[in-house]
């Protein structure tokens, strides 16, 4: 495609949108890529940008049911152009959502407190737990990211608060099995990453710091997505369990159909007390929520107003309405479960033949690709993730990437991914990783 430049100052149209940002916006404002995408136009697993090029996209998690599903549009179109308030007034639509929703977890999750952001969500979240136990201190890992509130960014150990962190938390390492704790494994590794919790819930003890629970994402998606050594769950959550602490599960990324399953949580068999909800919950529509154990939320509400102007208007839980539709009719859990299986046997092929693929990883239609620069020692090859990043943005497949070193590709693609995308996204990946590889010789 053409590159249009504006004939008065020689700029391209994104050299002028990036001006434009740095000018009103200032610096700090995160854009992908070295050669940022101008996007206009979404439509199912693909992105337009303003040159007609058209992206696969494998990153995007939020339009998990494909990027502006007609029914989702039609949903949100149809009550915007009926009614919208803020949420005094009855209204059936967040009941009627609640009902559904709720209906997908275990019986003791009963209550839903909606937001707007999964940032809001978790520091809501926060406070129910802190409330019912009348602790401060929190648990979470030492390679994640919760959200941007002023509570919330204590628990954030990929950026660093710029007030620093509290007395009131600590952190844990995450359940890593690739490099894997003292090369353990098995039952050790994971008694070895649930100690860490025991120990600091002492070290809150002997603080005098009265704690409160433990965060995670079921997933660990921030942290690198690893195969979580069985039995973690169990054994860190009876710890916070044994010290009267709560389990919060943020399923911002890992819910709605993700990983295969409703809810990133199920598979480790270890329900939470609080779980946390956004990203996929709207299709792209700012919709959050909490759910927990009808006694913590009511309690919580008994002493506090918790009043969120857009949280659960009737727009949004249209919008969430038909997102549920949508994934149930379109069968879309049962597709993150097939196509991803065949993704990930895709990717472990590629690391037959890649050397530079130390550790594939996969949880349904999401993904983790762990780049090294030497198979033995697992040295994390950063440089290498960004310019497979950058290529594949160039051949138009859209990815990032995550993790403590930075060095894991990162996929998540709408749920409506099909095997046909699954080849084109392998095929340009084996291209790229053969190029990149080439280079480094
Ligand atoms: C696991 C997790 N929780 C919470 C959040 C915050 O959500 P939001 O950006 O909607 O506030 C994020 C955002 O990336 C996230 O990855």
Redo the contacts with the bound molecule.
């Keep these: 495609m053409p590159v249009h430049r504006n004939l008065a100052n020689g700029m391209t149209s994104t050299d002028e949108l990036i001006a434009r940002r740095e000018r009103l916006l200032g610096p700090g404002n995160p854009l992908f890529y070295d050669e940022p995408v101008h996007l206009v136009r979404g439509e199912g697993v693909w992105l337009t940008d303003n040159d007609g090029t058209r992206y696969l996209d494998c990153y995007n998690n939020v339009p998990c049911v494909g990027h502006c599903h007609p029914r989702v549009v039609d949903a949100l179109c149809k009550q915007a152009a009926l009614l919208n308030t803020h949420t005094r007034y009855l209204h059936e639509n967040i009941l009627d959502y609640a009902e559904r929703l709720l209906g997908k977890f275990d019986d003791s999750l009963d209550r839903l407190a909606l937001a707007c952001?999964?940032?809001?969500?978790?520091e809501l979240a926060l406070r129910i737990a802190r409330f019912n136990t009348g602790g401060e201190g929190l648990i979470c890992t030492n390679a994640?990211?919760?959200?941007?509130t002023a509570a919330v960014s204590q628990l954030n150990s990929i950026f660093e608060p710029f007030e620093g962190y509290g007395d009131s938390i600590r952190m844990v390492s995450w359940p890593d099995s690739y490099r894997a704790r003292d090369e353990l494994e098995g039952d050790a590794l994971a008694d070895a990453y649930a100690n860490e919790v025991r120990l600091a819930i002492e070290s809150f003890n002997e603080s005098g710091i009265k704690f409160a629970g433990m965060i995670v994402?079921p997933i660990f998606?921030?942290e690198g997505l690893p195969n979580v050594p069985e039995g973690y769950m169990d054994k860190a959550i009876g710890y916070v369990r044994d010290a009267g602490g709560l389990y919060i599960a943020?399923e911002?990324?890992?819910g709605f159909g993700r990983t295969g399953e409703w809810w990133g949580h199920s598979s480790s068999g270890v329900i939470p007390d609080i779980l946390?909800l956004?990203?996929p919950m709207g299709a792209g529509h700012p919709i959050?929520g909490v759910i927990a154990r009808g006694e913590l939320l009511d309690n919580y509400r008994r002493r506090e107003m918790y009043f969120n102007t857009y949280g659960g208007n009737p727009v949004s839980c249209a919008v969430g309405l038909a997102v549920l539709d949508v994934i149930e009719d379109e069968g879309l859990v049962e597709n993150a479960a097939t196509v991803g299986n065949y993704v990930l046997q895709g990717f472990q092929e590629l690391q037959s033949r890649h050397e530079i693929i130390g550790d594939v990883r996969g949880r349904g239609l999401f993904f983790g690709i762990d780049l090294v620069s030497d198979r033995e020692t697992k040295q994390p090859d950063a440089g290498s993730a960004k310019r497979i990043v950058n290529e594949l943005r160039h051949r138009g497949i859209l990815m990032s990437k995550i993790g403590e070193h930075d060095n894991v590709l990162k996929l998540r693609p709408p749920l409506c991914f099909s095997k046909e995308n699954a080849d084109l996204l392998v095929s340009t990946l084996d291209d790229v990783l053969g190029n990149v590889q080439a280079r480094l010789k």
């Design positions: 952001t999964g940032s809001e969500a978790n994640t990211y919760h959200g941007n994402c998606a921030n943020d911002v990324q890992a946390t956004g990203k959050s």
